[in-house]
């Protein structure tokens, strides 16, 4: 799933391959927001008919491009190592989602999409999930980013913001500790970056941690889908949806505020559509290719029980070739 809206400009006046390192005038290029979601089925904004509300989506829906044959990777970090170095993530050596190895993140030499844009005279942050490394020292600010904010691994938990195994929330190189619901700790930054950067072209990188479990969410964002949604985990499920789309809201608002709009290019997408039910409580729109693709994921990674399609897969992998699990 992925939304375009492009007003006035279009991404090739972006300056690639500029010497400069200082901030440029803000007339001459646009701005990027690329907007990510975690774990979105297709049956689950509003724009695909769902009983889930995501106003703020549909509007970008109805303003913009859908495109509607448009490919990810079937779990986290391969979808996000390829949308941030433009290459197959399988000659990166990344398959699955990345946990406590080092030598198994995004390599460093990697000429990421924030390292242009920073060669570009681009302000650049990433505001959300990273989940490219495990450590610092394999962290977004050692990819580009100038700015870096939200959980370093995946599934952090909205409140405590840890996720399973100790802490990911963290600013720059450090973590820290913070007060508030995830989706609205990362709505909130990334208005703010928008604010500081008005002046100059910037590129935020915004990653929600969101729809991914684990999910905790106010009676005020379930409440609405009492008895249109009979599941009650389907309901907290649409619930983080819609907070999500109305932190996103908020986000588009800040670019109404500072009047950079215009200017902007906002992309949306989900990074591999919903995860496999068995791994869930949630009930997001799953469909049979979804599973197939993550279950074919775990099992090359060697982290789950192999089907016989997944064996054969892992088989083929183990021999050599470079691998598009996507297709
Ligand atoms: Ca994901």
């Known amino acids: 799933m992925i939304i375009c809206t492009l007003m006035g400009l279009v991404l090739a006046s972006a300056g690639y391959g ?4 200082a901030p440029a005038a803000k007339a001459d290029r646009p701005n990027i927001v690329i907007i990510v979601a975690d774990d979105l089925g297709w049956n689950d904004v509003g724009f695909h008919g769902s009983k889930i509300k995501t106003p703020r989506l549909d509007e970008l829906a109805k303003q913009g491009v859908i495109l509607d044959q448009f490919y990810v990777y079937p779990t986290c970090s391969p979808t996000r190592a390829a949308l941030l170095s433009g290459r197959n993530p399988g000659r990166l050596g990344i398959l699955a989602p990345l946990y406590l190895d080092p030598k198994d993140s995004l390599p460093l030499e990697t000429v990421t999409l924030a390292e242009l844009l920073v060669s570009g005279g681009y302000a650049t942050g990433l505001v ?8 610092f020292d394999y962290g977004p600010r050692k990819q580009g980013f100038r700015e870096a ?10 409140y405590k913001h840890h996720w399973r195994l100790g802490r990911t929330w963290f600013r720059n190189e450090e973590f820290m500790d913070e007060p508030g619901h995830a989706t609205d700790l ?5 208005s703010d970056f928008i604010r500081r950067h008005r002046e100059h072209p910037f590129f935020l990188y915004l990653a929600f941690t969101a729809p991914h479990v684990p999910l905790e969410e106010e009676e005020r964002w379930i409440k609405p889908y009492e008895g249109i949604i009979q599941n009650k985990d389907r309901r907290l499920f ?12 908020r986000v588009l608002d800040a670019l109404d505020e500072w009047k950079v709009r215009e200017r902007t290019l906002i992309i949306f997408l989900s990074d591999n559509g919903a995860s496999h039910p068995s791994r869930r409580r949630n009930l997001a729109a799953t469909t049979d290719i979804t599973s197939r693709r993550a279950t074919i994921a775990r099992c090359a990674a060697g982290k789950a029980k192999c089907t016989k399609e997944a064996s054969a897969f892992r088989r083929w992998r ?3 070739a470079s691998s598009n699990i996507a297709k």
């Open 186 to 190: 990362l709505g909130r930054e990334a």
């Open 149 to 158: 904010y939200g959980s370093l691994h995946s599934g952090a938990d909205p």
């Open 18 to 21: 500029s010497a400069a390192t």
């Open 318 to 320: 183990i021999g050599g």
């Open 238 to 249: 649409a619930g983080t949806v819609t907070h999500m789309d109305d932190a996103i809201g």
């Open 128 to 135: 959300g999930k990273w989940h490219l490394g495990p450590t």
